[in-house]
């Protein structure tokens, strides 16, 4: 016995296969991330408790809250990759102005985050006025930072009874939810308000679709890319001060476990390396879907070496999904 | 007429070179005895020795130190006594930091025979990417020294302290604890760093001596550490999966630091709750002092190493007689002993 499809039914499931596609091309990491999630919870029966939750999300705070710096940037068709660095030195700063220089909290923690900011502001002139392309500028801050956060040290971690006034940064809060995780929600309230409902936003997405079209239209191209890069370090310059809180000390190698992570979260979150397009919110779901990989191979009990084939596994399943959409239009 | 001036000028200089040369002569070469395992006061040199030492290395001759990193307390001491005792003797030292990255090590191996190292003490970040690079310096007559292990101190001397010795020391520090506050039954978290071969015999040894003194003690995993942010985030996620967590034994101090705060932050009894560590911070004395969480550590002598290594290319390079392999002794560190 033969079956024939009519052209009626052979377009509509063509359609519904576009249809399947697009939506896993758009939301393809975040389906692998639900499907993780369901998983682990009915394999370990401990994933969904709220002391989990509200662990993996202080655990992603950090990470998502300099990713949204590095997501700006991306979008302008730039990249940092010394946001980490910057991390670190900021936090070798804030730690030093507090128990070297006895400063009070407030004073410190403006003076680190101001620091990470100037830093941005020093990268963004490099790159817009001296014309240096943005990895290499950047890469070069980076191992200036490192260096500069070593010397200081000598290799040692800063620590002292003084950085429990800034405990409250890590252990504070409403509730079970903790001030890194209040934090995080805000910057990402406070910036997709401003990618989406202001000129800045819109200027900065133009900006990365087309340069030149953006500057023939009258748009400040290098103003608005040094701001970019200031407002990113300054949330990295944050960022190292709530790692700083969260460890009680600071090491001047602190920022180096960030690197990878928050470049992963922001490619895993769609945004495009070529600058122009990107949603804020998966770049947040990414960087906590990161973390759930990590905790929930723990909850599962697998040893170290596993977790980072399970990881890497997780990680190319999902941004093949991406491709998929990308060769299918 | 003017040529043939220049020409004998010319030929003058390199005599005078080559007899500049000529003075330090062929360089001695030690006896390198590896019947036993040697003493710290087996590498003590005598001036005579220093002075042998200085000749050898000549005008451009220099010691050259492949640190692993100059990023942890440990790994910044070694050389940093040595470089301090190289400048008491007027030798001439350079220190490279690998950043903890075995290929990196090849380059810095190379770059310093070519520019004049008599003698180079390694700390090696994996034997089987640097092994070549360290037999070939060899095979140019360059004295391979190593600090941190022993297997690549190829034409050279071997100064460490074992990482078996450490593990062991610190599981013994954690068993005994155990034993005498828990009544033999604990439930344990061993922060590894699997990416070091020989991080990995220190935890493995952590556990075997934990449980020779408390047999009755569960290991509820190895988890990722190294680092204070790993010890931290391992913890926070091994508490969730085995809130019965109340010994930590971590394979250094930095993993520890973050081990507190997890446990901190899981409102466990600082006084019921043990942390073990190994290397001996200054952080990680000032912690055990409190008598909070941080019970006990391990001293690995760093101060000690880098003065050995000092030493040894002293022998190397003065042509005496020393041990192949020299131990470097560890020290048991707890509230009691800083007391």
Known sequence: ?329 | MNRWWIVAIGVLMFAACNGGTSNVGPQPQPTLLTDRLGQPQDLVPTSAEIAAAKTALGEKGFIGIVACNLSSEYHAAVPRAAEALAKQWGLPIQVFDSETKADRQNAAIETFVAQGAKAIALCVVDPKVVGNAVKEAAGKGVFMLQYAGRDLAVNGIGISVEDADLGCAAGEIAGDLIAREKGGQANVAILDYPDLPNVVVRANKIEECLKQKAPGAKITGHYLGGTAENGLKSLENALQAHPEIDVVASINDAGAYGAIKALEAAGKDPRQTIVVGIDAEAQAKDLIKQGKFFRGTVDTSPTQTGEMVMQAAVKLLAGSTAPKNVRVPVTKITEDSLK
């Open chain 1, 1 to 329: 016995m033969t079956t024939t499809s009519t052209p009626e039914a052979s377009t509509r499931s063509r359609w519904t296969r576009q249809r399947v596609l697009d939506f896993l091309g758009e939301n393809g990491f975040i389906v692998i991330f639900v499907l993780w999630c369901l998983f682990l919870e009915l394999a370990t029966q401990r994933f969904a408790t709220e002391g989990n939750i509200f662990t993996v999300l202080r655990q992603a705070a950090i990470v998502s809250i300099v990713a949204i710096g590095e997501t700006l940037v991306l979008l302008t068709g730039a990249m940092d990759v010394s946001l980490a660095a910057i991390l670190g030195f900021s936090g070798i700063v804030t730690a030093s102005l507090m128990t070297t220089a006895n400063l009070p909290p407030w004073l410190a923690c403006f003076g680190s985050i101001g620091a990470g900011g100037a830093i941005g502001l020093i990268n963004g002139l490099v790159i817009t006025k001296i014309k240096i392309n943005p990895i290499i500028a950047t890469l070069g801050m980076m191992s200036i930072l490192t260096g500069l956060a070593l010397m200081y040290t000598g290799g040692q971690s800063v620590y002292g009874p003084a950085l429990d006034r800034i405990a409250f940064l890590s252990s504070g809060g409403i509730g079970p939810v903790k001030m890194p995780v209040l934090v995080m929600f805000a910057l990402y309230a406070l910036f997709y308000w401003v990618l989406s409902r202001t000129l800045f936003g819109a200027h900065l997405y133009a900006v990365g679709s087309n340069n030149k079209a953006a500057w023939l239209s009258g748009l400040r191209v290098e103003r608005i890319r040094i701001v970019t890069f200031m407002l990113a370090g300054l949330l990295a310059g944050l960022g190292g001060v709530m790692q700083v809180a969260r460890l009680g000390a600071a090491s001047p190698t602190m920022g180096d476990e960030f690197l990878f992570p928050i470049l992963t979260a922001v490619i895993l979150g769609g945004v495009s390396l070529s600058g122009g397009k990107g949603r804020l919110f998966n770049v947040l779901i990414a960087s906590i879907f990161l973390v759930t990989i990590t905790n929930g191979m723990v909850l599962l009990d697998t040893s170290v070496n596993a977790q980072r084939v399970v990881s890497g596994v997780i990680l190319i399943v999902a941004l093949s999904l991406d491709r998929l959409r990308q060769r299918e239009r």
